[in-house]
């Protein structure tokens, strides 16, 4: 790309960032998704928190697997506080960065040691070993629980710039311009919705523009048309 071209498309970027009213663009979106489960097959706030912890860099249909005998064996924080790594590993051995992720997991369970005890705040979560802020935004909009972020994950990373509400690959510097673009009612279901389109849509290649419910407003779209 010529230096005068990027700097046209950034600019021109920067201009849909601010003219677009994303509270009243995000609309059709959040209807789409409105109500649709997470692809994490969870069954209560413990199994959807070990679950999260699992998950990171590994696929949701992987934890979906092997969940059913990881949680007949330890089927609540309590039993979890009580194993130690050798009761975890053959539960959890087909996880990517298995090791690591059982200590966080005993430590997690040790730490909150009932299932009543599970902290369900920003501030509460992210001291919990394993949880950053993209999987306390899940454990919260799940649980239902008043948002305090936005979920910002891999799929988000790709389509929130591709859209124009935000730029750069950080996930937390995306999340603080989705929060200043969008009204805090919408922050739960927000991320989640935009996680979706990327899954189902906005893929990396061969993103389907014509079935968007955004196309209207897409920066990337835009551009290309
Ligand atoms: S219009 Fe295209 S690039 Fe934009 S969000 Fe939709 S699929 Fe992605």
Redesign the pocket.
């Known amino acids: 790309m010529k230096i005068r071209d990027f700097f046209c498309s950034q600019t021109e970027l920067i201009f849909v960032y601010m003219k677009t009213n994303w509270a009243t663009a995000f609309k059709p979106l959040l209807a789409k998704y409105k109500g649709k489960l997470h692809p994490l097959e969870y069954k209560n706030v413990y199994q959807l928190l070990v679950m999260v912890i699992l998950s990171a860099q590994d696929s949701d249909k992987n934890i979906n697997r092997i969940a059913p005998a990881l949680f007949e064996a330890f089927p609540d924080m309590k039993s979890l506080a009580k194993t130690d790594a050798e009761g975890l590993y053959p539960f959890i051995s087909k996880v990517r960065g298995f090791a690591k992720k059982a200590k966080w997991l005993m430590e997690m369970a040790r730490t909150i040691k009932t299932d009543k005890n599970i902290p369900l705040s920003m501030e509460e979560l992210t001291q919990l070993p394993g949880i950053g802020r993209k999987s306390a935004n899940v454990i919260m909009r799940e649980a239902k629980v008043k948002a305090e972020g936005i979920i910002v994950d891999l799929h988000v990373v790709r389509?929130a710039p591709?859209?124009g509400i935000a730029s750069g690959t950080d996930p937390k510097k995306i999340e603080k311009q989705m929060m200043d673009m969008l009204p805090e009612k919408d922050w739960g279901e927000a991320g989640m919705a935009l996680s979706f389109?990327?899954r189902e849509?906005?893929?990396p290649t061969d993103?389907?523009?014509d079935?968007?419910?955004?196309?209207k407003v897409?920066?990337?779209?835009k551009e290309?048309e």
């Open positions: 389509v591709r859209l389109l990327g849509i906005c893929r993103p389907k523009h079935a968007c419910v955004m196309k897409c920066a990337f779209n290309r």
